[in-house]
C-alpha cells in the first residue's frame, strides 16, 4: 500500500513539474466568434487514454479468441476478456470525449462543451462564486450558479492561466480559492 501511495506521489509531483515548465496557452481552435481564448486538455493526456484503451482492447480480444479455441473455456477467460474489450471502448470513447471537451471564452461569457453534451453558454455576469475542483488531485476550479456546476476546468488543461486571469478581472467579486492558482506561471492579460 505504501508503494503504491509514493508511486502516485511521484507521478504527481513528476507531471506537476512537467506541466510548471510547459506552454499554458491552448492551440485548440475556437468554434464561435468572438473568442478570447480556449481551454482545453492536453493532447498527451488523449493519446495516453486512448493507447491504453486499445491496448485492454487487444488484450480483451486475445483473451476472447483463447477461449472460442478452447472447446470447454473457462467462464473467468470469457468473463476477463468481454471486460476488458468493454473498459478498452470505454477508454476509447472517453479520449474521444476529452478531444471535444474544452472552454471557449468570450468577452461576457464562457461557452462550456462537455465529454458528450452540446455546447452551454454560461454568462460570466451569473457566475455566483468559485470553488475548488475536489474531483482533481491536481487541482482546478468550479463556476457555480446557486450551487450548480456550470462549468469546471483543471490545472493541467490548456489556457488554465488564461481562464484564472480572465475571471479576476472580469469579476474581482468573486475570490479565486486555495488549489485553484495555475500550476503555471502567470499568465499574460486575455486580450
Known sequence: MAVAMLIAGAITAI????????PS??????TREGVLFVVSTRKWQRVLIRT???AVIVLGSILLLA????????????????????????FVFLARGMK???LEVAPDLVWSFGLVRGPNA?????????????GDRFGGILAKTEGTTRFGATRLMLGYPQLIDFLQHTRPDLPIPD???????RAATPR
Open 100 to 102: 471535444r471537451m474544452r
Open 67 to 90: 477461449a472460442a479455441g478452447v472447446k470447454d473455456p473457462e467462464t473467468s477467460m470469457v468473463i476477463a476478456g468481454a471486460a476488458m474489450f468493454v473498459g478498452g471502448t470505454l
Open 52 to 54: 491504453v484503451g486499445i
Open 122 to 134: 454560461v454568462p460570466v455576469a451569473e457566475i455566483t462564486r468559485l470553488e475548488p475542483n475536489p
Open 15 to 22: 507531471v506537476t513539474a512537467i506541466i510548471r515548465r510547459s
Open 179 to 185: 488549489g485553484s492558482w495555475p500550476l503555471q506561471q
Open 25 to 30: 496557452a491552448a492551440t485548440a481552435r475556437a
